[in-house]
């Protein structure tokens, strides 16, 4: 079994995380190893027949669960209902089909926002399920919780392989760069491309302190594969830079800036909100499976990514 | 209320026709049909039939007390299905019901699906405040997730959708199976076996923990007033008070009163107790309902075990 041949299918496969694993794949692919990339326009898979019919048609032996219905904030609070009930939908349709169709291994991927919202930090894997989520995307945050109570009664009731991954801040090309919707590293790059184009002032909101663990698409991807290959627990895995190498959002707007070459004027708006000074998330268990593991610098991932937004500007999600 | 229409899921179950009992007996309203549904009508597991019952029935509100249950050894073994069965059930039954216009569903939760690691006494809030005691994880956190449906359902489209969580029931129709069934309905049928055997009676444990019992019957109708008024979207606990706590000792001897066995008791204190105390705060029920009055422990008890001896054949065992 260990040298057979692997099909892996990856739902949600054109996505940001999706094209990082792409990447690596296509940098450094593997003899026993096929993938299948899928998207929306593959299959419906919030439709049981429909999951069906396109795991009957690629006989996966193993799948990388990415796709859901996400939204940035406005998004979630609108429709927390529906944010709930389509993603539950779509992992229980996914989980349920690889399980019958005999996928040994599924890892799925959860987010750091599902996690209390009263918490202690650190925050590592064990802490997932200690309280309510932010109010704000209830309904995001559980229906991703209930994957891993999933993962835990199919691996009993079926000696199945399903786990899950909790990146922190991923960003990386084939992001989601719109300003309303996107997450802060895409945000920031989007907006100094434009205060580049305009010759306006580029400014940061808040005062810059607030700290965060951001993950390159593409290192995610190698971790990602790495978990499919070696990673045996039920419980999830934390897939993030150490504390000591979260940024500050000055550092990262700097390093954005030098991105894109741009030399033109930085402000803070003191008045905006800072949000949360950290949450930092431990790394303690991935650095005790990969203690070796180099994550590419922080300042040439932000550089590859702007280089990417600007040469695919008139075809990135805006 | 006028003209309606109140669809009960898993109707013919313990509290299902405690529900009916009472409709019955006195709490039933002109002008309101009662629809007491049970598997025979339909899979709530699947969409289509759900559909169909809804769309045969025409439900204006719908107490919801359907599920896939099972004693603690039904739960060790598939968590996987009831997680799977009950999200599926409850997807459907709140679906369904929002797209024919019902606006008003209580459902049905229960204590054991509060966090494990907790302080007493437990209260509404506390629900989601930590991970569920590991042996039926699958059945408490698909029914946690109808809190979380219900908070979408109303929040986003202004139904009123709630739920409700009785401490232990007991009553008529319960499952008496002493393998599957709860304390009091094993405590129950085991007095009876050894009444016929003419034995004395073996309690497990010191008989010192204590617990909340309600009488299905009592239950019953608290879940009508919730149904007819109660607006809230949390959840709300129906429980006699802590100081109407039994101890299962004193729960024995009720039962051993009400069967008039006479033989004896022993109390095996080499098997566990369990947990002394596990106290349901029933605050809330009492700033609602402060002059409800609960059926008194001896009466309901008496009531069960003459239905119990009168309905061996039949009952669920």
């Given at each position: 079994?260990m ?9 949600g ?19 026993d ?11 419906d ?7 069906k ?27 927390n ?23 040994r ?9 599902i ?9 590592d ?5 200690n ?7 209830y ?22 392989e ?14 989601n ?37 951001f ?19 039920t ?48 790394n303690a ?27 695919n500007y ?5 | ?48 039939s ?35 069965k ?23 939760l ?7 690691k ?108 919730v149904?007819r ?27 051993a ?6 033989n ?54």
């Amino acid at each position: 079994m260990m040298a057979s041949h692997k099909r892996i299918l990856v739902t949600g496969g054109t996505g940001l995380v999706g094209q990082g694993i792409r990447a690596v794949v296509e940098q450094d692919p593997r003899a026993d190893e096929e993938f299948v990339f899928l998207s929306s326009k593959d299959a419906d898979l919030t439709d049981r027949a429909s999951t069906k019919a396109v795991f009957e048609k690629h006989q996966p032996t193993h799948v990388i669960h990415l796709a859901a219905k996400v939204g940035g904030l406005y998004g979630n609070m609108k429709a927390n209902l529906q944010f709930f009930r389509i993603n539950t939908a779509i992992n229980d349709n996914v989980l349920s089909i690889a399980q019958e169709t005999g996928v040994r291994k599924v890892v799925s991927c959860l987010s750091t926002c599902i996690f209390p919202d009263k918490t202690t930090y650190p925050i590592d894997e064990s802490m997932i399920h200690n309280g309510p989520p932010h109010d704000s995307n209830y309904g995001y945050s559980y229906a991703k919780r209930m994957i891993d109570v999933m993962n835990k009664g199919f691996n009993q009731q079926h000696g199945t392989e399903f786990t899950a991954v909790v990146p922190t801040n991923v960003f990386g090309p084939h992001d989601n760069f719109n300003l309303e919707e996107g997450h802060v590293m895409p945000g920031l790059i989007h907006k100094v491309y434009k205060c580049k184009e305009n010759k306006t002032p580029f400014i940061v909101w808040g005062t810059g302190s607030a700290r965060r663990q951001f993950i390159y698409s593409k290192d995610l991807g190698r971790l990602f594969l790495w978990v499919l290959r070696e990673y045996k627990e039920t419980e999830p895995i934390i897939l993030s830079v150490s504390e000591e190498d979260e940024i500050s959002i000055k550092e990262a707007a700097e390093f954005v800036a030098k991105g894109f070459d741009f030399d033109g004027e930085f402000q803070y708006d003191r008045t905006r909100s800072d949000g949360q000074f950290k949450k930092t998330a431990s790394n303690a268990k991935l650095r005790k499976y990969l203690p070796d593991f180099q994550f590419t610098p922080m300042e040439q991932a932000i550089r590859e990514t702007c280089e990417w937004f600007t040469a695919n500007y008139s075809t990135a999600r805006i | 209320m006028e003209n309606s229409v109140v669809l009960v899921t898993g109707g013919s179950g313990l509290v299902g026709k405690a529900i009916k009992y009472v409709v019955e007996n006195g709490s039933g309203c002109k002008n309101e049909k009662w629809v007491f549904a049970s598997s025979k009508d339909g899979d709530l597991t699947d969409r289509a039939s759900t559909e169909a019952m809804f769309l045969k029935y025409k439900p204006t509100h719908v107490i919801h007390l359907a599920a896939k249950v099972g004693g603690l050894f039904g739960n060790l073994s598939a968590n996987l299905e009831f997680l799977r069965k009950n999200l599926e059930i409850n997807d459907n039954v709140l679906f369904m019901a929002h797209k024919t216009g019902v606006q008003h569903v209580v459902s049905c939760l229960s204590t054991c699906i509060f966090p494990d690691k907790t302080s007493y006494p437990i209260n509404e809030t506390m629900v989601h405040n930590g991970p569920p005691h590991d042996s039926n994880y699958g059945y408490s956190y698909a029914k946690r997730m109808i809190d979380i449906l219900n908070r979408g359902y109303n929040r986003e489209h202004g139904r009123n959708y709630t739920s409700i969580i009785p401490t232990n029931v007991f009553g008529p129709d319960d499952n008496f199976n002493v393998q599957e069934g709860h304390v009091l309905p094993g405590l129950i049928h085991k007095i009876y076996k050894a009444k016929e055997e003419g034995k004395p009676f073996t309690v497990w444990g010191t008989g010192k923990p204590r617990r909340q019992f309600i009488y299905s019957r009592d239950l019953a109708r608290l879940i009508i007033w919730v149904l007819r008024e109660y607006k809230e979207t949390e959840p709300i606990i129906l429980s006699v008070g802590e100081e109407d706590e039994v101890s299962i000792k004193e729960a024995a001897e009720q039962v051993a009163i009400a069967m008039e066995f006479k033989n004896g008791f022993i109390f095996d204190t080499e098997k566990s107790d369990g947990q002394y105390k596990k106290t349901a705060d029933n605050a809330k029920l009492r700033k609602y309902l402060p002059d409800f009055k609960f059926t008194p422990f001896p009466i309901a008890l008496k009531e069960t075990c003459d239905w119990f001896v009168e309905n061996y054949e039949t009952a669920r065992k």
